[in-house]
C-alpha cells in the first residue's frame, strides 16, 4: 500500500472542510430556540431535559404514551451527549442542543473525509468526498418532492433536515457512520482486541444515536464485505465486532424493543404496513442485482466495488419508494441522506480511480469542483442565514405559554396537548402526556389508536373520544382552534368537546377542557366485572370501554389514591369492596412488580394494556409499585457490563503483551 503523502496537508484539508461547514451553520451555535416550532426537536430537547433532571432514575418513563420504559423511548446517546454539554458549559437544554448538533453536523462531512482517507490513502480524494457531502443536495436533484421541498437544489438538504425538521439524533448518526466503517476496516487489517473493540463501541454508538444509523451502517458493512469477499478469519473478526456491538449496546435493543420498533414502524409516518410483505422480494431482486453487480465490478479495485454497492444498496431502498412508492421497508425515504453519503463517496472514489494514473488531470479535476463549489457554498449560507436558522422568543409561543400554565396551574395528572405542544411540552415540564413524542417504542398500542381518532376521528364524534380520554386516565385536554399559534391544528373537529366538557380555561384561539373529576389519580378502583375484557378493533369501536368508564365516572366507587416515591415506584393505598380491584392507568410491562406487606401480587393486564391489582381481600390495602425490569432487561444490563469488562480486559492483555521485551 502507499503510504498517505503530505502529512501537514492532510489535517488541513480537513480543516477546512470542517471550517466551511461551520460557515454555513454558524448561527446554529449561539441560538437558542429556532422559529420552527412545528420541528420535532422540541421532543428531542424535552428528552435531553429529563435525562439532565432525573439523571440516577432512567428506568421508566411515564411522560408519554401511557408510559414505558426509558429504554424503548429513543436510542439516548444524542440526549445524554446534550445534558452532558448543557451540565458541563452552563448552557440551557435548548441552547445545549442546538450547540452540539451544529459540531455534529460540521464534522459529519469530515467523518467521510476521514473514512475516503482510510479506503483510498489520498488526501485529495478525501477532500473531494468531504466537499461533496458538504455542499451537493443530490436528492434534490434525483427526488422530485424533496427539490420542492428544498426550494432549490443547491440549498443543503442536510441541514433543513437537522434544522427545520429536527433530525438531530439522524444527523448525529450520519457522522458516527462512516467512523464506525473505519473501524472496522481497521480492526479487519489488525486483528487485535483493541480494534475489535474499538470497531464495537463505533458501532454500539451509532445504534445508539439512531434507529436510521444502525441499519444504514448495517448496508454499509454489506457492502465492505461483497467488495472484499472476506476470508473464513475476516468472518471471524466481523462476527466478533457485530456480536460484541450488539452486547454492548443490548440495554437499548433488547429483542422486545426491536419487536416494539417493527410493530410502530408500519404506521409511522404513513402506512408501511405492507412493506414487510414486500421485503422478501425486495431482498430477492436486490440479492440477484448484488450478485450481477459483483459480477460486473469486479475487476475494479475493492474500494470502487465498495462505494458502488453502497449507492447501489441504498439507492434499492430510496428510489421505489420516491419514484414508484414502493417501499421495503418503514420510511424509505429518510434514507435519503444515507444515500447522499454513498454518492458522494462514489463520485469521489470513482473520480479517484478514473484519475489515479493522471495526476495533472485529477489536480485539474480537483481545482474545479473547488470552483464550482463556490455556487452551493454561498447558496448554503445564504439558506441558513436567511431562512433556516432564525431565532424566537420562546416566550411568546403557544406552546411556551401552554407548558407554563401547566406547570403553574395543572396538579400534574395525565393530560393530551395538540400537535407542537405536545411536542415541546417535555422540554418545559414533567407533566405526562397521553401523546407526546416519538411513538417507536410505544408499549400500548391503544395509546396510539385513541391518539388518532381523537385527533382524525369524524366530526360530531367527542362522546367517542371522551371515552377513550377517560380510559386511559386523561384528566384534561387541550385543543387548538383554527387561530392558533400551535403549528399543526390537528383536531377534525375541534369542537367536538363544547358540549361534553367543562372548559378550564378558554382564549379566542386555544381552550384546555377538563376530562372527568379533578385531581383523579391514575390508581381507581373499579369492579372487577368492569375491567375491559374485549380490545377494541379500532378507534370508533369503544363499547368495550362503555362499563369500565362508568365506574370511573361513579361517585359511589372507593377512591384509591397513588403516591410516586419517584420515575419507577409508588405507593398505592386502596379501600377494596368484595369483588373489586385496582386498575392502574400506566401501561402494563412484565417488569412491574407488587408487594402489599410483603406478599408478592401478580400485575395484571387489561385488554387495554394497562395494569390492574387484585388483592384478593377486601379493606385497607396498601401496596409499593416498583419498575425494576423483567428478565430481559436484566440480562441485557449484564450483557453489556459482561462484554464491556471482557473487552476491556482482552484489550489490556493484548497491549502489555505487546510492550513485553522480545515482542
Same mark, same amino acid.
Given at each position: ?124 480524494? &478525501?477532500?473531494?468526498?468531504?466537499? /461533496? ?21 443547491? *440549498? ?23 467512523? $464506525?466503517?473505519?473501524?472496522? *476496516? ?73 419487536? &416494539? ?21 425486495? $431482498? ?16 475494479? *479495485? ?71 463549489? /463556490? ?18 422568543? /420562546? ?109 378550564? /380555561?378558554?382564549?379566542?384561539? *386555544? ?153
Amino acid at each position: 500500500m502507499k503510504r498517505i503523502q503530505a502529512p501537514v496537508t492532510t489535517p488541513l484539508l480537513a480543516a477546512v472542510i470542517f471550517a466551511l461547514n461551520i460557515y454555513v451553520c454558524w448561527g446554529l451555535f449561539g441560538i437558542e430556540y429556532l422559529r420552527h416550532m412545528g420541528s420535532i426537536e422540541g421532543s428531542f430537547i424535552g428528552l435531553a431535559r429529563y435525562a439532565g433532571q432525573h439523571w440516577g432514575d432512567l428506568r421508566w418513563f411515564p411522560l408519554w404514551h401511557l408510559g414505558m420504559p426509558y429504554a424503548n423511548v429513543y436510542p439516548p446517546l444524542l440526549s445524554w451527549e446534550v445534558a452532558g454539554f448543557a451540565r458541563l458549559s452552563g448552557f440551557s437544554i435548548a441552547h445545549a442542543f442546538h450547540w452540539v448538533t451544529a459540531i455534529t453536523y460540521c464534522l459529519g462531512p469530515v467523518a467521510v473525509f476521514a473514512l475516503t482517507l482510510r479506503l483510498t490513502k489520498s488526501p485529495r480524494t &478525501a477532500f473531494a468526498a468531504g466537499a /461533496i457531502d458538504s455542499f451537493v443536495s443530490w436528492s434534490a436533484w434525483l427526488i422530485p418532492a424533496v427539490r420542492i421541498d428544498l426550494g432549490s437544489p443547491l *440549498d443543503p438538504r442536510r441541514l433543513q433536515a437537522l434544522v427545520f425538521y429536527g433530525e438531530g439524533p439522524h444527523v448525529a448518526s450520519m457522522t458516527v457512520l462512516p467512523l $464506525a466503517l473505519l473501524c472496522w *476496516d481497521f480492526a479487519m487489517k489488525r486483528r487485535s482486541p483493541p480494534a475489535i473493540a474499538l470497531a464495537a463501541i463505533a458501532t454500539a454508538a451509532t445504534v445508539l444515536t439512531s434507529w436510521l444509523g444502525g441499519f444504514a451502517l448495517a448496508m454499509m458493512i454489506a457492502a465492505y464485505a461483497l467488495a472484499r469477499l472476506p476470508a473464513l478469519r475476516d468472518l471471524w473478526v466481523m462476527a466478533a465486532i457485530a456480536v460484541s456491538a450488539y452486547f454492548l449496546a443490548m440495554p437499548f435493543v433488547t429483542p422486545s424493543i426491536i419487536a &416494539a420498533t417493527q410493530l410502530n414502524s408500519k404506521t409511522l409516518g404513513g402506512d408501511f404496513t405492507a412493506s414487510y410483505l414486500t421485503l422478501p422480494k425486495w $431482498a430477492v431482486c436486490v440479492a440477484i442485482g448484488l450478485v450481477g453487480l459483483k459480477f460486473a465490478i469486479r475487476k475494479l *479495485d475493492s474500494v470502487v466495488q465498495f462505494a458502488i454497492a453502497f449507492a447501489f444498496l441504498l439507492a434499492a431502498i430510496v428510489f421505489p419508494f420516491a419514484w414508484f412508492n414502493i417501499s421495503a421497508v418503514p420510511q424509505p425515504i429518510r434514507y435519503h441522506l444515507e444515500l447522499e453519503m454513498a454518492l458522494s463517496l462514489l463520485a469521489a472514489i470513482g473520480g479517484n480511480a478514473l484519475l489515479r494514473n493522471r495526476p495533472r488531470a485529477a489536480t485539474i479535476a480537483l481545482a474545479a469542483l473547488c470552483v464550482a463549489l /463556490i455556487v452551493p457554498v454561498k447558496a448554503s449560507r445564504r439558506y441558513a442565514r436567511n431562512d433556516l436558522i432564525r431565532p424566537i422568543d /420562546i416566550q411568546s409561543t403557544t406552546e411556551w405559554k401552554t407548558a407554563q400554565w401547566v406547570n403553574r396551574e395543572w396538579s400534574g395528572e395525565r393530560i393530551m396537548m395538540p400537535g407542537s405542544t405536545g411536542f415541546w411540552l417535555t422540554a418545559f415540564s414533567d407533566v405526562p402526556l397521553l401523546n407526546g413524542g416519538p411513538e417507536q417504542g410505544v408499549i400500548d398500542q391503544m395509546a396510539r389508536v385513541a391518539d388518532y381518532i381523537i385527533f382524525f376521528g369524524p366530526p360530531r364524534s367527542g362522546d367517542v373520544s371522551a371515552l377513550w380520554l377517560k380510559a386511559l386516565g386523561v384528566q384534561a385536554v387541550g385543543v387548538s382552534l383554527p387561530g392558533s399559534g400551535e403549528f399543526y391544528k390537528p383536531f377534525v373537529d375541534p369542537h367536538q368537546f363544547d358540549a361534553l366538557l367543562q372548559p378550564i /380555561i378558554r382564549t379566542s384561539t *386555544d381552550v384546555i377542557f377538563r376530562v372527568g373529576a379533578p385531581h383523579t389519580s391514575l390508581a381507581r378502583v373499579v369492579p372487577a366485572a368492569a375491567l375491559v375484557s374485549r380490545t377494541p378493533k379500532h378507534g370508533l369501536d369503544v363499547d368495550p370501554l362503555r362499563a369500565y368508564v362508568a365506574a370511573l365516572d361513579d361517585p359511589s366507587m372507593p377512591r384509591a389514591a397513588l403516591r410516586w416515591n419517584n420515575l419507577h415506584s409508588a405507593h398505592i393505598t386502596a379501600d377494596l369492596g368484595a369483588g373489586q380491584v385496582i386498575s392502574v392507568q400506566q401501561a402494563w410491562h412484565p417488569g412491574w412488580h407488587a408487594d402489599s406487606g410483603g406478599t408478592m401480587l401478580p400485575v395484571r393486564r387489561d385488554q387495554i394494556g394497562q395494569m390492574y391489582l387484585d388483592p384478593g381481600r377486601t379493606g385497607q390495602i396498601d401496596i409499593d409499585l416498583v419498575f425494576d425490569g423483567d428478565t430481559e432487561m436484566k440480562f441485557a444490563r449484564a450483557a453489556s457490563i459482561g462484554c464491556a469488562l471482557i473487552l476491556a480486559a482482552a484489550s489490556l492483555g493484548s497491549l502489555f503483551a505487546a510492550k513485553k521485551p522480545g515482542r
